[in-house]
């Protein structure tokens, strides 16, 4: 039975609005940066220490996407160089609550997963 309070989206259409979040969600970076942020504001450099791996141009892409979907807000204070702070923002928080529960998820099976790539790559 259809929850009746979600709006009429179908994310099985090709043309639904709900297929840019899903790929916004779907996203590693997105993902670990909405898990940082969580915590609390953060600067560019910072949150690029604490990502292992993203490069510059990814980061910055990541962000700018999430802020133009109202997940994150940027701030840019007037010092020398410029300082551009992120945060959170009540949307992105509702979201990093269920992602959180992922990465959970990701944590706690990651071995039964490299155990049934390693049996199928055994085949």
Partial sequence: MADESLPPWNPYDP??????????????????????????????????????????????????????DGLVDRSAFATVPVTVEYTITPLGQSLAATVAQLVTWATRHADQVLAARARYQSR
């Fill in 15 to 68: 043309d639904c609005p709900t297929r840019m979040m899903l790929d916004r969600i779907g996203d590693k970076w997105t993902v670990l940066v909405l898990g940082l942020l969580s915590a609390g504001p953060l600067r560019f450099n910072a949150l690029r220490r604490q990502v292992p791996g993203i490069s510059q141009k990814m980061l910055s892409q990541t962000l700018k996407d999430m802020e133009r």
